[in-house]
């Protein structure tokens, strides 16, 4: 099976912007490099038989050897999606790059739970969900479903009823939206590149070392 990684290139302004403050647009691009590197290596190292990264932006010194890269398409979040597996063909297992914990292993036993079952569905703290499995590309899976809202999960899981499937619930895993998120989860997986550079610097803010005003901006 696959691994379908949905993600942006980690560009300042454009990714992670919720971490600032108390973050710069610069430093919150590096944490979402860090988070994405992460994520891509974990797949790598998964015993999926192609990795494959729906892109929205230009590849950089981040992205490992091993992967089909495919431009994301569409306009709203829900298209871009709907495009991806399109281009990616199932069956697969969908993430992104706010996960940055997530495990080969955590993968493989998703792969396997997915090969058991018509689909899964990995549910996120906030009312979200950080993995969705099927076995065949839907073009009407997002159709309806609110994104980055708490009752995001809810209504996917509803769509997913509507077409016939039944999703078994992979583990909850917590994503990182805010910089409370970033902390918590650095702090669960202090050793890889996410964990390190947002525990360096959460240190540095917490010893005040970034800029009072930067940490008041809006």
Do not use: Y
């Amino acid at each position: 099976m696959r691994i379908l990684v949905v993600a942006k290139s980690p560009v300042p302004g454009r990714v992670k912007t919720r971490l600032c403050p108390p973050l710069s647009l610069d430093e919150a691009a590096l944490v979402a490099e860090a988070a994405l590197a992460d994520t891509l290596d974990a797949v790598r190292a998964s015993a999926a038989h192609e990795c494959v990264l729906a892109l929205d932006g230009p590849p950089g010194p981040w992205l490992p050897e091993g992967f089909r890269v495919l431009p994301q398409r569409g306009t709203s979040f829900a298209e871009r999606l709907t495009a991806a597996w399109d281009d990616c063909g199932g069956p697969a297992l969908q993430i992104g790059m706010d996960t940055p914990q997530v495990t080969a292993r955590l993968l493989d036993e998703a792969l396997e739970t997915l090969a058991d079952n018509d689909s899964v569905l990995g549910l996120a703290p906030d009312g979200g969900w950080w993995a969705l499995g099927l076995h065949a590309a839907q073009p009407h899976a997002f159709t309806g479903v609110p994104m980055s809202h708490a009752t995001t999960s809810l209504h996917q899981r509803r769509v997913l009823h509507r077409l016939g499937l039944h999703p078994a619930l992979l583990p909850t895993v917590a994503d990182v939206d805010t910089w409370d998120d970033a902390v918590a989860v650095a702090a669960g997986a202090p050793d890889g590149r996410f964990g390190r550079r947002v525990l360096d610097l959460a240190r540095r803010v917490e010893a005040s070392e970034i800029p009072a005003e930067r940490e008041q901006a809006s």
